[in-house]
């Protein structure tokens, strides 16, 4: 082949190739070295360190901006949590939970059966203290008596015999005995009544799902499920906003980054970006060999 052909048709381009391709190495290998800067008598060479070592702490805060900003915003983070892939699971969970039978259930919260049924007798004697609490403060004996002997005093009255025959004061001594016995029958066997009663009535109820008891009270499932649902959203977007309110993204990312030394960065830049950077090394190659075959037409 004739030599000026060749240098006339085939090395310009080449060496525009050639060019390029090493001109766009040199300034993506120059984005990270050298890695520190170097100095000659004591000035720094220009150019060094490379572009993203010597921009790190401004790299950092841009990017923990925008991951704060544009890609951890709140709306993001609670629609994640909301969508129907997330919630249906957890809905459906809970609702499974409220199926189970209330005792199996608190055992397996608990830790265990024993655990549960010391529980289930400590609400007993709790509610037993309370309602015979109650009970006293509301001094049945005395309303007996003072209900009871104005209707026994109504009576007698209205009738002529018996108001010949009864007087107040019998009426008095009549139920003030009747009080004096039921006082003494509520403190002897009142605490006794009222333990059995309650651990009859707490034990049939953890026999029950929580689901029956809420439908007792007026609540079927249908309604049940959506106010869960509506308190999950409502707890999600408010555990999302408290989150966030005590995280601060943005220097969190940019504290991680200018923790990370050079190369660490490095390795993590390029294996995000590894194949654009290729591209436009090989880019640079394309354009010097184009300019490379205008420059023949010249």
């Known amino acids: 082949m004739n030599w000026e052909i060749i240098s006339r048709f085939i090395l310009p381009p080449l060496v525009g190739a050639v060019i390029g391709y090493f001109t766009n190495m040199i300034a993506v290998k120059m984005l990270f070295f050298p890695h520190e800067a170097k100095y000659i008598f004591g000035h720094r060479v220009p150019l060094t360190p490379g572009a993203i070592p010597k921009g790190k702490a401004r790299l950092a805060k841009s990017a923990g901006i925008i991951v704060q900003n544009e890609l951890f915003t709140r709306e993001d983070i609670s629609g994640k949590l909301l969508t129907e892939e997330v919630e249906k699971p957890i809905i459906d969970r809970v609702m499974s939970i409220l199926g189970e039978n209330i005792k199996d259930t608190g055992a397996v919260m608990i830790g265990s059966r024993e655990k549960f ?101 007026g609540y079927d499932s249908e309604t049940v499920r959506a106010k869960i649902t509506a308190a999950y959203r409502e707890s999600i977007v408010n555990a999302v906003n408290s989150a966030l309110r005590r995280i601060n993204v943005a220097q969190v990312v940019e504290d991680k980054i200018n923790s990370m030394s050079v190369e660490e960065l490095e390795k993590g830049v390029m294996q995000v970006m590894k194949t654009e950077l290729n591209m436009i090394v090989n880019l640079g190659a394309l354009i010097g060999l184009v300019i490379g075959s205008i420059n023949i037409f010249i």
Request: net charge negative.
């Open 117 to 217: 049924d010391a529980f289930e007798k400590n609400v007993v004697d709790l509610l037993t203290e309370k309602i015979r609490d109650a009970i006293k403060r509301m001094d049945i004996p005395g309303t007996v008596k003072k209900e009871g002997t104005a209707m026994i005093r109504e009576q007698v009255m209205e009738s002529t015999l018996l108001s010949l025959v009864v007087s107040d004061r019998l009426i008095e001594r009549i139920m003030s005995r009747v009080a004096s016995t039921m006082d003494d029958f509520i403190e002897a066997k009142g605490t006794e009544m009222i333990h059995g009663i309650t651990a009859s009535r707490i034990h049939d109820l953890g026999e029950r799902t929580p689901l029956y008891v809420l439908e007792q009270a």
